[in-house]
């Protein structure tokens, strides 16, 4: 009997993995339109999903969140060194962040890389980037709210810190129509009574 009962859950758990996806957020499933811009890609969610405070490090090694940037629509784009996608992505978001207004739209480049600042500065230099301002992750703890087996991964909350659109692929961020998703997200919150 309990042997049956085993076997019973083992083939009710390799046919959940096996016969369908599980997906991290509403919305994580494939995408059926087709593609004119990478900016298609994106997924815009049916609904505010939300994301618990996990703690990262700015420039200066200090501990901080999300509620840090609270009132403003947050791109949170995770990336590294090692990833060619990530880094041919880099310019544009920066690019993209000078669209916004300082108090409507904070641009969270957050580096993986195993040996955070010392590792990322370095090679933004070589890069000619010595002013992007990249923030890190080294140990992955953003891996609690945000699926990191994939980089460049980009991740968009609104105003109250609420997941409202990601992309776990690269994407032009010089695109017209990225700067307006942005603006359309900004805008929204905008019009939310307070």
């Known amino acids: 009997m309990k042997h049956t009962l085993a076997t019973a859950l083992i083939l009710s758990c390799v046919s959940l993995f096996a016969g369908g996806s599980v997906y991290a957020y509403p919305g994580m499933q494939q995408a059926t339109k087709p593609i004119?811009?990478?900016v298609d890609l994106i997924n815009v969610l049916p609904?505010?999903?939300p994301i618990k405070p996990v703690v990262f490090n700015d420039v200066d090694g200090k501990a901080i969140d999300f509620s840090h940037y609270?009132?403003?629509v947050i791109m949170v784009n995770m990336w590294a060194t090692w990833c060619?996608?990530?880094v041919r992505e880099l310019p544009a978001i920066e690019?993209?962040?000078t669209k916004f207004k300082a108090e409507d739209f904070a641009l969270l480049p957050i580096s993986i890389?195993?040996?955070g600042k010392q590792q990322v500065q370095s090679f933004l230099n070589t890069l000619?980037?010595?002013g992007f301002n990249s923030y890190y992750d080294p140990e992955q703890n953003l891996g609690q709210v945000f699926p990191l087996d994939t980089i460049p991964a980009t991740f968009i909350l609104d105003q109250d810190g609420q997941l409202i659109a990601f992309v776990r692929s690269f994407v032009d961020w010089d695109d017209a129509k990225a700067v307006s998703l942005i603006q359309g997200f900004i805008d929204k919150g905008r019009e939310k009574p307070n």
């Open 70 to 72: 609270k009132g403003k």
């Open 95 to 97: 690019r993209l962040a």
């Open 36 to 38: 004119e811009s990478t």
């Open 84 to 86: 060619p996608p990530c």
């Open 47 to 49: 609904k505010t999903f």
């Open 128 to 130: 000619g980037m010595t």
């Open 113 to 115: 890389d195993a040996e």
